[in-house]
């Protein structure tokens, strides 16, 4: 059964420093997304991905953030300067369509980003 | 703006007996209702969704839910539970026709043998 995957499972980073999380969208899905999840708090949706540009980012996902699908396969979330308040769960996902109830979105195991 | 509401942060249940997982939305617009799972060190996992077809949804392994627009409620629920369901459950809501995904806070269900 196809599935999303992301790499690594775990990152340690010290503040300041510059992380990229990897994804691996199932192949033949259009529509890519990053959620993240602070600990004892929501998952939280930071912004959808559809023919090489942002469709939609929330109030989380500032200039300290970007997205990239440099080959085709990866999807990829860069932070910039890390803050301490940037450690969570990140989670990737993917979709064929979007929009409504047949959005099912597809989500990988997560990548706990941990920033010293 | 949409919302979610997971009433019990943790239920513990014997296996054999009922689940209920309670959930209470808000939606300025016609909302689509998801229920997803997660087990340990693993990815979320659609379990069911509301397409307004039904209002008594059907999803895998044997849980269901239903939509009460009276209640804004979509309570997911299961006759027998079994040891395999012990995980993380959220309810998830999203406006029709947006990508977006509005999460619960979760509720983790134990099953105790």
């Known amino acids: 059964e196809p599935e999303v995957t992301q790499t690594p499972s775990h990152q340690v980073t010290q503040m300041g420093q510059e992380v990229i999380l990897r994804c691996v969208p199932i192949?033949?899905?259009?529509?890519f997304y990053w959620y993240r999840q602070i600990l004892g708090q929501k998952v939280e949706f930071l912004v959808s991905?559809?023919?090489?540009?942002?469709?939609?980012k929330s109030e989380i996902f500032d200039d300290q953030f970007s997205v990239e699908r440099p080959d085709g396969s990866n999807f990829t979330l860069k932070i910039r300067s890390t803050k301490l308040e940037d450690s969570a769960m990140y989670f990737c996902?993917?979709?064929?369509?979007?929009?409504?109830?047949?959005?099912?979105?597809?989500f990988g195991p997560g990548t706990r980003l941990t920033v010293l | 703006a949409q919302s979610v509401t997971q009433l019990d942060s943790h239920v513990s249940v014997s296996e054999g007996t009922p689940v209920l997982l309670r959930c209470n939305y808000s939606?300025?617009?016609?909302?689509?209702l998801f229920w997803y799972v997660q087990h340990p060190n693993k990815g979320l996992q659609l379990l069911l969704k509301y397409t307004s077809a039904a209002t008594l949804v059907k999803g895998i392994n044997g849980f269901e839910a239903e939509f009460k627009k009276s209640e804004t409620s979509f309570h997911l629920t299961k006759p027998s539970a079994h040891m395999s369901d012990a995980a993380e459950y959220f309810c998830v809501v999203s406006a029709s026709g947006a990508n977006n995904l509005f999460f619960g806070t979760g509720t983790r269900l134990t099953v105790i043998p």
């Open positions: 996902a993917s979709s064929a369509s979007s929009g409504g109830p047949y959005n099912e979105q597809f």
């Open positions: 939606s300025s617009y016609s909302p689509s």
């Open positions: 192949s033949n899905h259009l529509y």
């Open positions: 991905f559809y023919n090489n540009e942002i469709s939609e």
